[in-house]
């Protein structure tokens, strides 16, 4: 099995650290005092894509990489009978958000897919691919809180979003939120929690600003929105291009 510079900003998430402090620090106490944009935003915008993207006919897919605890998962007006896709780095990620899912969504079906938001290469292992998630395009794809925590520069996260283009339905949304580098003013908490985090490999978002993933969006898909609460950028994207 492949293994990657993404790794070591997904192993901070062992079951101890899921269970007891993830939501209680980075949920809580993070998001609405250091990056001033509250889970509770996030998580309207999060519930807010996925009532515009439901199906016509069919069940509602719904495919979440970068799944943490599965807050946003439980929390969510997912239909019943849906399908999601947890995707993750990390296998108590994947089996923590899972259970939650399916303790708030029992007649959902969860698929767990073991990946690497950041390979390129569509024949490795870990690589995020149409077949490895089922074979069929989803009504949405989430990202959240995803970008800041992988490694590598603006252009590298922004190719990978753009590789998940063609998993999108033409009717469908892919959207995500991250916490800035540049082009924003962070406060002394953020300030503080963005040098430890970067030191550590936790984050690796110094260069990361708006329009370096906005951009790249645009040139996959034909409408793309943003907007940004404190710190944090919270971006949709639909009508994926083909061709």
């Not at 999060?46 to 016509?56: D, E, H, I, T, V």
């Not at 996260?157 to 949304?173: I, S, T």
């Not at 540049?182 to 300030?191: A, D, L, P, S, Y």
Request: aromatic share 12%.
């Amino acid at each position: 099995m492949t293994v990657t510079d993404t790794a070591p900003g997904a192993a901070v998430y062992s079951p101890f650290f899921l269970r007891w402090v993830y939501d209680a620090w980075v949920l809580n106490i993070g998001n609405s005092y250091a990056w001033c944009c509250s889970s509770a935003r996030q998580c309207a915008f999060y519930s807010r894509q996925l009532a515009f993207s439901r199906p016509k006919s069919g069940p509602f897919r719904l495919c979440d990489i970068g799944v943490a605890t599965g807050y946003y998962l439980e929390h969510a007006p997912i239909p019943e009978g849906s399908e999601v896709t947890v995707v993750d780095l990390n296998t108590n990620s994947l089996d923590y958000a899972a259970n939650r899912l399916l303790a708030a969504h029992p007649s959902t079906s969860a698929a767990k897919v073991h990946a690497d938001f950041l390979e390129a290469d569509a024949g490795e292992d870990l690589a995020i691919t149409l077949p490895r998630l089922g074979g069929e395009k989803f009504d949405a794809i989430s990202c959240m809180f995803l970008l800041h925590c992988v490694p590598g520069p603006p252009a590298r996260k922004a190719a990978a979003l753009q590789r998940l283009a063609p998993l999108v339905k033409d009717e469908g949304v892919m959207f995500g939120t991250t916490v800035l580098g540049k082009g924003v003013e962070h406060n002394f908490f953020g300030r503080m929690l963005m040098k430890s985090y970067n030191n550590r490999g936790t984050f690796v978002n110094w260069d990361d600003d708006a329009e370096s993933i906005v951009q790249p969006l645009r040139e996959v898909f034909g409408d793309v929105k943003f907007e940004i609460v404190g710190t944090v950028l919270l971006w949709e994207a639909r009508r994926p291009k083909t061709g």
